[in-house]
């Protein structure tokens, strides 16, 4: 999975081939570390098909806000194509099988 940051965001999500998941998360989101060997599992299975990212929200916090929005829960998954949010999952009630049925509509 590729570490977002401010200066990577445009070039890794917006300007991505491929779909993109970007995975919003926390160290003190217990729901963020419970799906994380889930999601780094999902981004073996669909490598080539689907690129797989993650931000680290605290050390990250010019990125939230250049998002507008986007971002006010954790976890917060992003789902981009061509560019452009094309789904998002939010808070604790986000499970594997939400976000496999998400990237199937990738």
């Known amino acids: 999975m590729i570490e977002l940051t401010q200066e990577n965001y445009q070039q890794e999500v917006i300007q991505s081939e491929l779909p993109v998941l970007v995975d919003f998360w926390g160290i ?6 419970t799906l994380m060997p889930a999601v780094e599992r999902l981004a073996q299975e669909y490598s080539g098909k689907v690129k797989f990212a993650k931000v680290d929200c605290p050390k990250n916090r010019k990125l939230i806000v ?41």
């Open 28 to 33: 003190r989101c217990a729901r963020c570390m």
């Open 66 to 106: 250049s998002l507008r929005g986007e971002v006010q829960t954790l976890p917060t998954f992003l789902f981009y194509r061509d560019g452009e949010i094309v789904d998002k999952l939010v808070g604790d009630d986000v499970t594997e099988a939400d976000i496999i049925e998400s990237l199937e509509k990738l």
